[in-house]
């Protein structure tokens, strides 16, 4: 009974805010927000992502989102996901995000908190730091609603063909966007700006192609598709 009573008070409740290990500092700010918003983005609205920098908490993470369910699905797609060569950590964190807190009424302005030290950083003690996913500090950045319908003159194929890529922009960052389609095989950059997505079929290359074209790469950068050559 002890030894259940230990591990229930390891156990955090389920939040809509995730708090992630294991990342690495090393990535630049910017590129680190936009990579981990395109993997998470896919099991649910992201409101935001908190990534820290501060002495200590170097490798340590925040994403909200806008329900419990998609963080849960999130907690357990990408549990030990390999990102940027290491395994991420997952868990919900242990306080509700200032976001969400004001959202649903129960934010309390942090001079009024108690002081206790918690297990792990929260996501309401970042909120200085809470930024977009993608983009400059301050700038919140939001998936973009669909673009509007562009002729392409290139014969239908099952490989996606995507030009003037931020240089930031890697394979990896590519195929967290489209893996979330079906059919989805894998992104080749073979130099910087340009790149290649391969999918099994037309119709699926197709159905990513409507989807993610116009999609918002960064506060200047927008994702341009058209057909490539089979």
């Known amino acids: 009974p002890a030894q259940r009573n230990i591990m229930a008070s390891t156990i955090t409740a389920p939040n809509n805010t995730l708090y992630i290990k294991n990342v690495d500092w090393k990535v630049k700010k910017p590129l680190l927000k936009r990579a981990l918003y395109s993997l998470f983005t896919r099991h649910g609205k992201v409101l935001e992502v908190i990534a820290l920098r501060r002495d200590g908490l170097r490798g340590q993470a925040f994403v909200v989102f806008d329900d419990v369910q998609s963080a849960t699905a999130a907690v357990q797609a990408e549990q030990g996901f390999t990102f940027f060569g290491k395994d991420l950590q997952l868990a919900y964190a242990h306080e509700t ?118 999609f918002k790469l960064t506060t200047t950068d927008t994702l341009k598709l058209t057909y490539g050559k089979s």
């Open 97 to 214: 995000s200032d976001r969400i807190a004001k959202r649903n009424g129960t934010y309390v302005p942090k001079a009024k908190r108690k002081k206790v030290a918690p297990p792990t950083p929260s996501a309401a003690d970042t909120s200085s730091t809470t930024s977009a996913p993608a983009g400059a500090a301050g700038e919140q950045v939001v998936p973009p609603p669909p673009p509007a319908a562009e002729t392409n003159e290139s014969q239908p194929s099952h490989i996606l063909f995507a030009q003037n890529l931020p240089t930031e922009c890697n394979e990896m960052m590519l195929a967290m966007l489209f893996r979330q389609y079906a059919g989805f095989k894998e992104v080749r950059i073979p130099r910087e700006g340009l790149g290649f997505i391969e999918f099994d079929d037309e119709p699926h290359a197709t159905l990513a192609l409507e989807r993610l074209n116009g």
